[in-house]
């Protein structure tokens, strides 16, 4: 672990569930801006199939042009949705961002979300997110079927690909299979950025396996500084590295009725941070418009003043601002072909 | 004396380069298939030329050939809807077409999705249903390749209807009300979650050249994508299709016909004709040609020499070999009727290949090429085109800068976008709401 951890900040985009839903993009892109000029690592933008809304990758890929460097991570269901779609959105969005994008995995636990979609009853959570765990990694396999090198435009001898570097996933899941390889080429981080909202247990399992974020809510920062060790334990039983795990709390913010103001935020997050409780912070801002600009203008200054948060950015992609590797493809030394 | 009638306008749109053939890789202008900047100059190149939509393709599985990825032409392309809402910010009033599959989609989560589109666009969003029903594009999905060929269009019917049920199902002032739908394909209910769009329907666009195809487009699309690209089928097809229109109580002006062409210009004719016959060898390299065979005899001629004769054993009806793309329907006769053209003028394979192929639709020095697309559309042979362009990104430049002008000058095209919307651009009718 390095001597100075880096502070990870982000924040949501969505109106709350209450109040007519936004439709227009300049709104979106005007906070996206405000975002990007505060330095926040990434922004999320909510959905479910059963809140007033548009599509949140559209949205975010409607943004995307009109920012330069910030992350943006819509939420993405994977119950009533085609897996093989998802990723190629999810792909297409970092082609779009040249880099940016990332995923919130999120399931549709309703019955009133399943008739929407007319195909199957709602199973139990904990399978849901057993499928969405199949979802990430099926996503993941689809993303590295073609190897960065697999384009080659060889005109001696006719082939625009490599097809020994496209591969076949032939992945067979609990309630689907996907033969691939992705229409897509292998997305600018390789691997788009993976977020689980782990605060409901039933997802925990799957963030641990999955997610290079993990979002968590607790309410001291000793509850935090346990999740996120429970966490890595489990990460580390996936064989996985928790260096590149980034755990950041989730909290609503309301810098109206915050006492202190943002000040004390400020104070807060730099103290949870300092004690090594998680990496970061996901903001919900109670109003965005007004929430994120006194957030943006007063408690970042603080923590820019402490050496906390960046004044630019350094890197050009999602991956670089966490300090996530880009990870190689998963079939890149096999040299078997499609 | 009463002055003449107006002349009829042309409507132009632009498809990205596509993942065959006719798209020129090896030329060395040629740019990525996949980098948001090629998107965002050929949008803005078609916005400039006050085009009314950019189109693209889709593709849900890669080509495979004798059980091996299709490796000859571009591979890979981005998911369309997804580079559309990004092209919105970069464009202002250029329509954005989609191609999406009925097929693999499903209606609230496709309309959904269109709906989103038209408002980041503030109204420019389209949608060109397609279908399919191969079991080999279905290995990507959760509903396999179940769907009988026959049911293409039904599904693809009732799949636009309840689409158009849930865009009315928020009033004209904003407030949603539930919905149900209980079909033979789809039973569904609940909520919209998108108020009405701009557009309140997203244009609809309809490919595909079948009796079913035709009576679909005339019963529920705006715009009707074909590919016959002369005069005589032009207009036999524009009659044909305007005929059916009364039946569903529609006037021949609320579905537009536009043929997808491609287009080769020079300073002269002359000069714009060995261009064109320069393009057309390098569509067809010697392993293409090669391909192109195997995809007519279904066999493996993987040992024949592009540049020998054509081979004397006869095409395999019942080949597997090609996977991902439409076979011809006799290839028995194709054949026949190759080995006739290789004989009678003395033609190699890669030759004959490139003698078949079809010849670019407009050959000519821009005022050439300007003439021919009037005639078509004052013939009645279309409403106008769709146009192919054979390089990634800037295959659409030329005929922007030097026919466009031309056109204008006819007084056949637009010299400024009139309204904001596709639907505008299109002269189209407001989608009635149905409340």
Do not use: C
Request: charged share 25%; glycine share 10%.
């Amino acid at each position: 672990m390095t001597s100075i951890r880096t502070l990870h900040l982000a924040a949501e985009l969505a109106p709350g569930p209450e109040g007519p839903p936004v439709t227009s993009a300049a709104r979106t892109v005007a906070l996206a801006r405000l975002a990007e000029a505060a330095g926040l690592d990434f922004l999320t933008h909510d959905d479910s199939f059963a809140r007033p809304g548009l599509d949140a990758l559209a949205v975010l890929a409607r943004v995307a042009p009109e920012t330069r460097s910030i992350g943006l991570v819509p939420t993405v269901t994977t119950t009533h949705t085609e897996p093989f779609h998802v990723q190629a959105a999810v792909a297409t969005l970092d082609w779009v961002s040249r880099g940016r994008a990332g995923w919130r995995i999120a399931v549709s636990p309703t019955g009133a979300e399943a008739r929407l979609f007319g195909r199957r009853p709602v199973p139990p959570a904990a399978e849901l997110w057993q499928e969405a765990g199949e979802v990430a990694e099926v996503a993941r396999k689809l993303w590295d079927s073609w190897e960065d090198d697999a384009e080659i435009r060889d005109v001696a001898t006719g082939r625009f690909v490599d097809r020994r570097k496209l591969h076949h996933v032939n992945f067979q899941g609990s309630t689907f299979s996907v033969k691939g390889p992705s229409i897509v080429p292998r997305p600018p981080q390789g691997n788009p950025v993976t977020v689980v909202d782990a605060t409901r247990p039933a997802a925990r399992e799957t963030a641990a396996h999955h997610a290079d974020v993990v979002l968590i809510r607790a309410g001291s920062a000793e509850e935090a500084a346990g999740l996120r060790a429970e966490l890595h334990r489990a990460a580390r039983a996936h064989g996985r590295d928790p260096g590149q795990l980034r755990v950041l709390l989730s909290a609503t913010v309301d810098l109206d009725t915050y006492e202190g103001g943002p000040g004390a935020l400020a104070e807060l997050i730099a103290g949870w941070h300092g004690g090594g409780a998680v990496d970061g912070f996901h903001l919900v801002p109670a109003v965005p418009e007004r929430d994120l600009a006194r957030f943006a203008a007063d408690t970042v200054t603080r923590l820019r003043d402490r050496g906390l948060l960046r004044t630019a950015y350094e890197g050009t992609t999602l991956r670089d601002h966490l300090g996530l590797v880009r990870p190689a493809g998963q079939y890149a030394t096999t040299g078997a072909g499609a | 004396m009463s002055t003449p009638p107006a002349r009829k306008r042309i409507h132009l749109a632009a498809h990205f380069p596509g993942v065959n053939s006719t798209t020129v890789w090896s030329d060395p202008r040629s740019g990525s298939q996949i980098d948001f900047s090629s998107f965002e100059h050929l949008a803005r190149t078609a916005e400039r030329g006050l085009f009314d939509f950019f189109f693209l393709a889709e593709g849900l599985r890669l080509r495979e050939h004798n059980g091996r990825i299709h490796d000859l032409d571009v591979v890979g392309r981005p998911e369309s809807i997804t580079v559309l809402n990004a092209l919105a910010a970069v464009t202002d009033r250029l329509g954005l077409a989609g191609t999406v599959n009925a097929t693999f989609n499903e209606p609230y989560e496709l309309a959904r999705r269109l709906a989103s589109l038209d408002h980041l666009s503030a109204g420019r969003a389209a949608w060109n249903v397609v279908t399919s029903s191969d079991a080999f594009t279905g290995e990507n999905f959760r509903r396999g390749g179940y769907l009988d060929r026959a049911d293409r269009y039904t599904r693809a019917a009732e799949f636009l209807a309840t689409a158009r049920e849930l865009w009315d199902s928020w009033t004209p002032d904003g407030r949603p009300r539930p919905f149900a739908h209980d079909g033979p394909q789809f039973g569904i209910e609940g909520e919209f979650t998108v108020p009405r769009s701009p557009q309140g329907h997203p244009v609809v666009i309809q490919a595909g050249d079948s009796a079913e195809g035709r009576e679909f487009a005339a019963s529920a699309a705006d715009v009707i994508f074909t590919r016959h690209s002369t005069l005589e089928a032009g207009r036999e097809f524009y009659a044909d299709v305007k005929g059916r229109l009364a039946r569903y109580g529609r006037e021949p002006g609320d579905l537009k016909i536009m043929p997808g062409v491609t287009y080769v210009l020079g300073d002269t004719d002359a000069e714009a004709q060995e261009e064109a016959a320069e393009i057309r060898r390098l569509q067809v390299s010697p392993q293409n040609a090669i391909l192109a065979l195997e995809q007519i005899w279904g066999r493996d001629l993987s040992g024949y020499d592009p540049d020998g004769p054509l081979p004397d054993v006869d095409p395999d009806p019942d080949s597997a070999l090609v996977q991902g793309r439409v076979r011809v329907a006799d290839p028995v006769a194709v054949a026949r009727k190759w080995r006739a053209l290789s004989e009678a003028k003395g033609l190699s394979i890669r030759q004959t290949v490139i003698e078949s192929a079809g010849r670019q639709s407009f050959v000519g020095s821009p005022a050439t090429v300007a003439a021919a697309l009037e005639e078509f559309v004052a013939t009645d042979a279309a409403d106008g085109f769709i146009l192919v362009p054979h390089l990634t990104p800037g295959g659409l430049d030329d005929f922007v800068d030097r026919v466009v002008p031309l056109l204008q000058e006819r007084g056949v095209f637009r010299t400024e976008y009139a309204g904001t919307t596709l639907r505008a651009h299109l002269g189209l009718p407001e989608p009635v709401w149905k409340g």
